[in-house]
């Protein structure tokens, strides 16, 4: 079992930006990890993925070039850095990790995952 907690969602202007982070209660060097959001009425959507090598990434087409995912295995960490931030970002984020032995692996399928966070809330006002 792995357990994850996010951060720094919150409320910012449209343009602005934030940095969410997800700590894991644990080793993060065997696992795939991964962001994805949800807003209310709709499923959970692929965000970015990092694979555990951290040399590829992956990213929804409306984030490309505006958010930027990476990962610190040595503080079991995954960050989202969010830029140029539009209404549309607005969902909850959450934070999932995959167990793999795929060092080069980023996988989109929510189902793919084997734990999740709580998420952290972003709100994007104009």
């Known amino acids: 079992q792995v357990q ?6 919150g409320l910012v202007q449209a ?4 940095r969410l982070s997800c ?3 644990g080793p993060t060097f065997g696992y795939t990890m991964a962001w ?3 807003s209310p009425g709709q499923e959970s959507e692929f965000v970015a993925g990092i694979s555990r090598s951290g040399f590829n990434t992956d990213y929804t087409n409306s984030v490309e070039g505006r958010f930027t995912i990476t990962r610190d295995n040595a503080k079991n960490t995954v960050l989202l850095e969010m830029n140029s931030l539009k209404l549309e970002d607005t969902a909850i984020y959450l934070c999932a990790v995959k167990r793999t032995i795929s060092r080069g692996g980023v996988y989109k399928g929510g189902d793919d995952y084997d734990y999740w966070g709580q998420g952290t809330q972003v709100t994007v006002s104009s």
């Open 4 to 9: 994850l907690v996010e951060s720094g969602g």
């Open 15 to 18: 343009g602005g930006s934030l």
């Open 23 to 25: 700590v894991a209660a």
């Open 36 to 38: 994805f959001r949800q």
